[in-house]
C-alpha cells in the first residue's frame, strides 16, 4: 500500500499567545497602618453568641480613637440577619460608629490574583493591634489548634506573628495590651489574640475541649509568653435549654477586657 500523500499545504500565520495585563489597583480598601487609631479586629463564629457582636461594637463606640473590622464566619452571618432588634443585619452593624470594614470568606480571593496585590488575612494580621474573637465555636477552636486554615478567620490566626519578628507593635498611646506581652527572657513582643468560647455544655465537657484549651492557654498562652488568651466561658442556661458551663462569657466582660488590654478604659465607659 503507498504513503498517503499530503498535499497544498499552508502556514496558517498563528500569533503567540500574549499575557492578559488587568489593570486593577492593588487594594480596593486601605489598611493604614500609622493612623493613631487603635484597631480591633472582631470576630464571631458559628454560635449563637454572635448576637452580642453588636453590643460589643455599641459598647466600644464611646471611644472615637479605635477602629474596628469584622470578620464573620459563613455559620456566623446566619445569626445577624434582621431576625429582631437583638439581630440586626450585617449592614445594619457595617454602618454602627468605629466599624471600619467588614469581611467574609468570598473577600479573600474575590478577585483573580496579579502579583502586587495585597492578600487580605495577611493584610488583616499587620492591620490589626489584637484579634477578639467572640464567639469562638467548637468547630473553630478545634480547627486553631490542628492548624487549619480553610477559611478567611482561620487564615489570619494560622497567619499570626507568633514570633515578634514581623509585625512591630506599634507605639500608640494607650495601647498596652498587646506590648505588655514579654513572655520569656529575650523573647520579643507580640500581638495577642484573646478567644471567648462559646458551645453547648455537653460540648464544653467534651475531654477533648480541655485538651483543645490546654493548646491556647499552656502552650501558645500569654503567661507563657504566646499569643492567645482564652475568656473562660460561664455557667447559666443556654439558649438550646441546656444549663451548665459553655456560655461565652458575658459581653459586658469581654468589652471590659478589651478596653482594659488595649488601654481605653480612661477614655470612656461601657453603656
Known amino acids: 500500500m503507498s504513503a498517503a500523500e499530503i498535499r497544498d499545504l499552508r502556514p496558517l500565520h498563528l500569533e503567540a499567545v500574549q499575557h492578559q495585563h488587568i489593570s486593577r489597583p492593588v487594594s480596593p480598601i486601605p489598611f493604614p497602618l500609622n493612623d493613631s487609631k487603635i484597631h480591633l479586629l472582631l470576630c464571631a463564629t458559628g454560635s449563637v453568641a454572635t448576637i452580642k457582636i453588636p453590643n460589643i461594637i455599641t459598647a466600644l463606640s464611646a471611644h ?106 506599634r507605639d500608640v498611646p494607650g495601647l498596652n495590651g498587646t506590648d505588655s506581652i514579654q513572655g520569656q527572657a529575650g523573647s520579643k513582643r507580640k500581638k495577642r489574640i484573646l478567644v471567648a468560647p462559646a458551645m453547648n455544655t455537653a460540648m464544653w465537657l467534651q475531654p477533648i475541649t480541655k485538651k483543645q484549651l490546654d493548646v491556647l492557654n499552656e502552650e501558645w498562652g500569654v503567661k507563657n509568653g504566646g499569643w492567645f488568651e482564652v475568656l473562660t466561658p460561664m455557667s447559666k442556661e443556654l439558649a438550646c435549654g441546656d444549663v451548665g458551663g459553655g456560655a461565652m462569657k458575658d459581653w459586658r466582660e469581654i468589652v471590659e477586657v478589651i478596653e482594659d488590654r488595649l488601654g481605653l478604659k480612661s477614655s470612656g465607659a461601657v453603656a
Do not use: C, Y
Not at 117 to 139: G, Q, T, Y
Open 64 to 169: 472615637p480613637n479605635l477602629s474596628i473590622r469584622l470578620i464573620f464566619t459563613a455559620s456566623a452571618t446566619n445569626f445577624l440577619a434582621g431576625q429582631s432588634a437583638e439581630q440586626p443585619s450585617l449592614q445594619d452593624i457595617a454602618a454602627l460608629p468605629n466599624v471600619d470594614g467588614m469581611f467574609f470568606d468570598e473577600d479573600e480571593w474575590r478577585d483573580p490574583w496579579v502579583r502586587g496585590n495585597h492578600i487580605l488575612h495577611i493584610e488583616l494580621r499587620r492591620w490589626a493591634d489584637i484579634m477578639v474573637v467572640a464567639p469562638l465555636s467548637a468547630d473553630t477552636l478545634a480547627k486553631i489548634t490542628q492548624g487549619w486554615s480553610d477559611n478567611l478567620l482561620l487564615s489570619v490566626i494560622r497567619a499570626w506573628d507568633t514570633t515578634g519578628e514581623l509585625d512591630v507593635v
